[in-house]
């Protein structure tokens, strides 16, 4: 049953950009030019609305619960095969992860082991997150950690309606519904992927999915998806021109070898895990808010060294800003496709 904290008044909540700001943030169109999506009403029956919102792991998480529907095993299969062809398994192995802001040869660093696991082979568009929008999730607080209760409402778009905060009127433009969502925080990608049944990758698995094991005797891993070098045709960053970011299919070639896209470059991404640094003297670095890890770069990242498997950097959890989205995840335990297969 979905909890409710409060009723939004729309007629108060109608913040307007500021003279004078960039009412286009990268990624998102001005707003004379701006073209809604398309409402789409609701199915009534709770198993076909949850195909309609993509919920797949929802539904193969609870198969008996469908036995009895007429379309339970079809809706089951169907299920199991979209998360099949849009989740890419990732291998065990272990990564390193520097402690400190310095790049000093010896700086501390910590090795952790990562469990084989199921990435999505692109981050989330504006599409797939508009049915969490239309869902009224942001108002469903089993998705929503209690400390952010008090915050919910001032997670709204630019009319002041529950969304990201580029969005209009609750809506994204639907030229863009197939780039990555932006102007989320860390707490709305959460939300999103609980809502889905998955979850967000760890720094460390993120890490491990874009490294990849070089093969050799020295088990090395790699700085790109792709490899050894930096090659700005493969990925979208401030030296490929774009200016903005692309659909989360583009750039193919900048794959991961289980074809995992754009883990570098298009935008920075959230991983479940708490930024955590220290000064070269170990003190620990304690910012005022709550900040998550964002990995991979984005478009607009003019420094190449901060656009690879290994760079290291974070947000404050609230922050919503025009180049950070997310993929989930979900442990290899629960993919019954491939342990009952």
């Known amino acids: 049953m979905a909890l409710k904290l409060f009723s939004r008044d729309k007629a108060q909540a109608s913040p307007k950009p500021a003279k004078g700001a960039h009412p286009s943030a990268a990624g998102q169109p001005s707003t004379p030019s701006f073209d809604p999506a398309p409402r789409e009403d609701l199915k009534s029956d ?7 919102q993509k919920r797949y792991n929802v539904i193969q998480q609870e198969t ?3 036995e009895a529907h007429p ?4 809706a089951v299969r169907k299920a199991q095969q979209e998360l099949e ?3 890419a398994l990732v291998p065990a192995g272990s990564v390193t992860i520097p402690l400190t802001l310095s790049a000093q040869p010896g700086a501390p660093e910590q090795e952790i082991e990562v469990e084989p696991f199921l990435l999505e082979s692109w981050t989330v568009t504006n599409a797939r997150f508009q049915h969490f929008v239309d869902d009224g999730a942001y108002d469903q607080l089993e998705y929503w950690p209690e400390e952010i209760w008090p915050h919910l409402i001032e997670l709204k778009d630019l009319t002041g309606e529950p ?6 009127h609750g809506r994204h433009d639907r030229r863009l519904a197939d780039h990555p969502v932006v102007g989320i925080s860390w ?5 999103f992927a ?24 020295a088990d090395l891993l790699r700085r790109f998806p792709w490899g050894d070098a930096m090659d700005n045709t493969r990925c979208n960053i401030w030296s490929s021109r774009q200016g903005d970011t692309v659909p989360v299919t583009a750039y193919p070639k900048g794959g991961a070898p289980n074809q995992v896209l754009q883990l570098v470059g298009n935008v920075w991404e959230w991983t479940d895990t708490e930024y955590n640094i220290t000064d070269d003297e170990h003190h620990p670095i304690i910012g005022e808010m709550p900040m998550h890890a964002i990995r991979g770069g984005a478009f607009d990242t003019y420094f190449e060294t901060q656009a690879t498997s290994q760079f290291r950097t974070g947000q404050i959890a609230l922050a919503r800003m025009h180049n950070i989205g997310f993929r989930c995840a979900m442990d290899l335990a ?3 496709w491939i342990n009952n297969g």
């Open 85 to 87: 062809a849009s989740m």
């Open 163 to 168: 969304g990201p905060r580029f969005w209009q």
């Open 194 to 217: 609980l809502w889905i049944g998955q979850r967000l990758p760890s720094e460390a698995e993120w890490q491990m999915a874009a490294s990849w094991h070089i093969n050799s005797s």
């Open 334 to 336: 629960q993919a019954s």
């Open 187 to 191: 707490y709305e990608a959460q939300a």
């Open 64 to 66: 008996q619960k469908w």
């Open 71 to 74: 379309r339970g095993p079809a």
């Open 46 to 52: 709770l198993l076909e609305r949850l195909l309609q």
